[in-house]
């Protein structure tokens, strides 16, 4: 079966430091990948997605970037950190069919 | 673009009682409507999908209906049990393009016991 991993489940950073989050996904081949945001009490915003290794794109104009070095890797980073990048981060896969799937997700608060 | 409205926002229902939550889309292209539950600090999980080809879904307690005409589908759960407390979100999405996913706002139940 197919299984997803995002790590870390939480993360405190101070405005400007750096960051990378990461997400992989098991059991499957060649996903689409995806990271999204959650602000507090709202709906899920689309940052990036990716349907194959190298191919980023984006949806929003942001602080953030992510790359896909393999397969079933996925990774958001950002050089530096704003105090506006706080929230609850996603990360999803889609195959075949259009079902997604999510990962547990990671809080990150900037201070 | 495609454009997901959801209501309520939020709703509160006592133990036994049904719920019903409603959202509409704008895309005709659109084809396939799933639905999460999320749990406080967790990622969404999907709970049923919908596919334009029929008009209703059923699986055991919940259930969820598509009218394509209006552009609007409900997900119905019955007999509703605390644990179904969480915020609920519909998307809509062209099958085959993930990246079209749009969600809802979603709407937090509560379920009183």
């Known amino acids: 079966s197919q299984t997803i991993h995002q790590w870390p489940a939480t993360l405190v950073q101070p405005v400007g430091s750096p960051l990378s989050l990461e997400c992989t996904v098991e059991g499957t081949s060649n996903p689409n990948l995806y990271w999204y945001r959650q602000a507090a009490g709202r709906g899920l915003q689309l940052l990036f997605y990716s349907v194959g290794i190298g191919q980023i794109s984006s949806e929003v104009p942001q602080n953030l970037s992510a790359s896909r070095p393999q397969d079933r890797q996925f990774i958001l980073s950002s050089k530096k950190l704003l105090l506006s990048d706080s929230g609850f981060y996603l990360c999803?896969?889609?195959?075949?069919?259009?079902?997604?799937?999510f990962g547990q997700g990671t809080r990150l608060t900037v201070v | 673009g495609e454009n997901v409205e959801q209501h309520p926002s939020t709703l509160s229902v006592q133990e036994g009682d049904s719920a019903v939550i409603k959202c509409t889309y704008s895309?005709?292209?659109?084809?396939?409507f799933p639905w999460y539950k999320q749990e406080l600090g967790k990622g969404p999980q999907l709970i049923i999908d919908?596919?334009?080809?029929?008009g209703e879904k059923k699986d055991q307690r919940i259930a969820v209906t598509l009218n394509k005409t209006a552009k609007h589908f409900s997900l119905h759960i019955t007999e509703t049990q605390p644990e179904d407390s969480a915020v609920y979100f519909c998307a809509a999405a062209e099958d085959n393009y993930g990246q079209n996913f749009v969600f809802g706002p979603g709407t937090r139940l509560s379920v009183l016991p």
């Open positions: 919908i596919r334009s080809n029929v």
């Open positions: 999803a896969w889609t195959g075949a069919r259009t079902e997604a799937f």
């Open positions: 895309d005709s292209a659109s084809n396939y």
